[in-house]
């Protein structure tokens, strides 16, 4: 018999923004401040995703789009099934509830908060039941007057009741306005992450963490501690976002000391996700709606994946 270390089973971890998750009813939800005190009430801005918004945005159409998200992500995990999914721009619990409903090939739960983004979309993480066990979340508040954006969601989870690992899930503010005119916001966003990071590290050199989420910019190791590893496809021209012909790595893991000789990442890049680039050659990923105009596709995003192999 091997040893336990080495006959541990993989925990396949995925992060997938997936585009405008909205359930098509309009939204209010109550929000903690920052300071943990106050209730704030924000009417999201959603009108867009509902019957009578300008997508026309349906039930039918979400729940197509419920069922492909879940098409992928059965497809990445096969028979074992994904274990952990990061997942961005969903709208609230209530879709993330349903994405877990159609997974149906395993048993899963999730962790969600409402977070102050004008829009409404937020970030949550599946996961597998049977392989994690949550110890401890919370939403890490990105506290600024002039900005209202994405928490990052944090969870600790024991796994097969035997590894703790310390998750991480951001959606970084956006390049709207201009890449450098809103790096500032991109930058609070990850001292903001920076400051949680140390603070497991503090408690545990040789903690494992891993940071997951759209970064909205090129991959660099600028998180202090951890190691990004999509500079390396970053560098071979791949990516799992295209613009204007050019595909950048938005999507990124990163990743502690104690994990980096032991994980590998993928891009997914299945074939069913993407489309013929008409214009700049290629592919690119098949989204949900071409302008105004649905197609029913999946998101604008390829997923990223991690294996942690014991």
């Known amino acids: 018999m091997c040893p336990a270390a080495y006959c541990a089973k993989p925990l396949r971890v995925v992060s997938y923004n997936v585009e405008n998750l909205f359930h098509p009813k309009h939204d209010s939800v109550a929000v903690i401040d920052s300071a943990g005190r106050d209730t704030l009430w924000i009417e999201k801005d959603d009108y867009e995703w509902t019957p009578d918004g300008e997508r026309h945005w349906t039930y039918t159409k979400y729940y197509n789009k419920v069922y492909n998200l879940a098409k992928v992500l059965t497809h990445i995990g ?14 609230n619990a209530k879709v993330v509830e349903q994405l877990c409903k159609t997974l149906r090939f395993k048993s899963y739960d999730f962790v969600h908060y409402e977070s102050p983004d004008r829009r409404g979309i937020d970030v949550a993480m599946i996961y597998q039941k049977s392989r994690i066990d949550t110890l401890r979340t919370r939403a890490i508040r ?23 690992v310390h998750f991480f899930v951001c959606h970084l503010p956006s390049q709207r306005g201009g890449a450098k005119e809103s790096q500032w916001k991109r930058d609070l ?24 989420g759209d970064m ?31 595909w950048t790595c938005l999507d990124q893991f990163y990743t502690s000391n104690t994990l980096d000789s032991i994980v590998d990442v993928q891009i997914y890049e299945g074939e069913m996700i993407q489309e013929k680039d008409q214009k700049f050659m290629g592919l690119k990923p098949m989204r949900t ?22």
């Not at 096969?78 to 969903?90: N, R, S």
């Not at 954006?149 to 703790?164: K, M």
């Not at 909205?216 to 012909?245: E, V, Y």
Request: net charge neutral.
């Open 78 to 91: 096969q028979w074992d099934g994904v274990d952990i999914v990061g997942l961005c721009e969903v709208e």
């Open 142 to 164: 990105i506290d600024h007057p002039e900005l209202k954006t994405r928490d990052i969601l944090y969870v600790c989870g024991r796994v097969d009741r035997r590894d703790t």
């Open 189 to 212: 966003a990850k001292q903001v992450l920076q400051n949680a990071v140390d603070s497991v590290l503090e408690t545990n050199s040789h903690a494992k963490i891993v940071v997951m």
């Open 216 to 246: 909205n910019c090129t991959p660099t190791d600028d998180i202090r501690g951890l190691t990004n590893k999509m500079i390396p496809f970053a560098q071979s021209g791949k990516g799992t976002h295209k613009w204007q012909g050019q």
């Open 289 to 310: 709606y071409v302008g105004y105009r649905y197609q029913n596709g999946f998101s604008d995003h390829l997923p990223i994946v991690l294996n942690i192999k014991w």
